[in-house]
């Protein structure tokens, strides 16, 4: 596609469900990230997918979160349980090799738990 | 690994006046480096990097940052501010590693 498309938008859930957040990242990309934007904070780094490497999970914050990538393209964001403070905007950017020379980002899809 | 710093989680200037957004890295590696800006209610758009060559790049904007390797700084210059300049600015260090953002500053512009 034209540009990093994440789905949905927004997201309303109650206390303790579970959600998929989703990125379409341009193609042909081989680099994939995840990162979490809390109100009025920086960019918390959740999750990176480079090529067929193994994930570097290194930044997901408890083990009720998840991201998987299927055939080096698409990729979900799973996040089992959810509590209050998991509400922020999640950001998708995808990176066209694996030297990082841009990352493109998605408009990000803002959750909130209630 | 790498790491960033932002120096002053928010900046203010008058219109017109000069910009200056500080940004430090950490990198064992020849790094990569980038500013993003967030408008409010918007996704990140790249202003400018650096990748190797040329160590003062311009954006756009008018922005241009200049990569001091014994300062191991990138710092976000404007000559002069624009109303249209108050948003987020996030300093990034990348490259053969994965992305690695600061915490952001977030620059207001008064009339």
């Known amino acids: 596609g034209a540009g990093v498309s994440q789905s949905p938008s927004n997201k309303v859930t109650e206390k303790g469900k579970d959600v998929e957040l989703r990125c379409d990242p341009i193609?042909?990309?081989?680099?994939l990230y995840w990162y979490r934007q809390s109100l009025g904070q920086g960019l918390e780094f959740l999750i990176y997918?480079?090529?067929?490497?193994?994930?570097?999970k290194s930044g997901l914050p408890s083990d009720r979160f998840s991201a998987e990538r299927t055939g080096g393209s698409v990729s979900t964001l799973t996040i089992q349980r959810t509590q209050q403070e998991d509400s922020a905007v999640y950001l998708c950017?995808?990176?066209?090799?694996?030297?990082?020379?841009?990352?493109?980002f998605g408009q990000g899809t803002r959750l909130t738990v209630v | 690994a790498q790491s960033v710093t932002q120096l002053g989680s928010h900046v203010s200037v008058s219109e017109g006046a000069l910009v200056l957004l500080r940004c430090n890295y950490s990198?064992?590696?020849?790094?990569?480096l980038f500013w993003y800006v967030q408008y409010p209610n918007q996704g990140l758009q790249l202003l400018l990097k650096?990748?190797?060559?040329?160590?003062l790049v311009k954006g756009i904007n008018g922005f241009e940052a200049e990569f001091k390797k014994s300062e191991t700084s990138f710092h976000l210059t404007k000559p002069s501010a624009h109303m249209s300049d108050a948003a987020e600015y996030f300093c990034?260090?990348?490259?053969?590693?994965?992305?690695?953002f600061g915490t952001g500053t977030r620059l207001l512009v008064s009339p």
């Open positions: 650096y990748t190797t060559g040329a160590t």
């Open positions: 193609s042909g990309h081989t680099a």
């Open positions: 990034a260090v990348g490259g053969f590693q994965k992305l690695v």
């Open positions: 950017a995808s990176s066209l090799s694996r030297v990082n020379t841009e990352a493109f």
């Open positions: 997918f480079q090529g067929n490497s193994a994930p570097d």
């Open positions: 990198s064992s590696v020849p790094p990569y």
